[in-house]
């Protein structure tokens, strides 16, 4: 399994836009990457999945560079409601179970 | 739109005593997981069925037992309770899909299991 590797946290006022990077150096052909948010004490929800180059949806980009050796999950104009824990996890197609690493812990600021 | 259910929400067990989790997933959804989130954790993979058979087995003490139903629900037992065993337990449910992409996981808003 591919690790990854993100920022612990990160600060953001409102309306900005952010970008977590993450890392998977060991990625495998067969990976996806998908972003899920967690709010405390609920489940955790999924953002966006990606294998190569920009995959956009009505919450989040997704951008994959050509190596795919990192990622970079962008929340536009960011509100005080996208506060959360977010993951970066790498895993094959199909029914895998997800590993979650050390997720970034988003704080938006008024 | 439905979503998985679980229950109960919350529960007090002590030390040594046992516990049954129920999770009902999204209709037409034939694979469920279950993942334990211990306080300031990261969730981690105990087990999934599909179909009514394990199919991954992660971190699952001996203590534990699981099941998926013909209907699908799945149950968790927990035996013998420790207080580590403390933590909120997560169900997500997915369809199969062709194999082609991750299966997107929905999860349910989990119970909090307290062992005192």
Not at chain 1, 1 to 9: G, M, V
Not at chain 1, 14 to 33: F, K, P
Not at chain 2, 4 to 24: D, F, G, N, W
């Amino acid at each position: 399994l591919a690790k990854t590797t993100q920022p612990i946290s990160m600060d953001s006022y409102e309306g900005q836009e952010v970008n977590i990077t993450c890392s998977h150096n060991n990625i495998a052909t067969n990976d996806y990457i998908t972003w899920y948010q967690q709010f405390p004490s609920q489940g955790p929800r999924f953002i966006i999945q990606g294998y190569k180059t920009k995959v956009t949806n009505e919450v989040a980009s997704l951008f994959i560079p050509a190596d795919r050796k990192s990622s970079t999950l962008s929340l536009p104009r960011v509100s005080l409601s996208d506060t959360a824990v977010y993951y970066c996890l790498v895993s094959f197609s199909g029914n895998t179970p997800l590993v979650f690493g050390k997720g970034t812990r988003l704080s938006v600021i008024a | 739109a439905a979503g998985v259910i679980q229950s109960p929400r919350h529960l007090i067990k002590e030390k040594r005593e046992t516990a049954t989790l129920k999770c009902y997933p999204i209709p037409r959804h034939d694979t469920v997981y279950w993942y334990q989130q211990g306080p300031g954790q990261d969730p981690q993979f105990l087990i999934s069925f599909y179909e009514k058979m394990q199919s991954d087995k992660g971190s699952i003490p001996d203590r534990f037992s699981a099941q998926q139903f013909s209907d699908y629900h799945s149950e968790l037992n927990m035996s013998s309770l420790e207080l580590g065993d403390s933590a909120l337990y997560f169900c997500a449910s997915s369809t199969r899909g062709s194999g082609t992409y991750q299966e997107t996981q929905y999860f349910g808003p989990g119970t909090r299991l307290l062992v005192l």
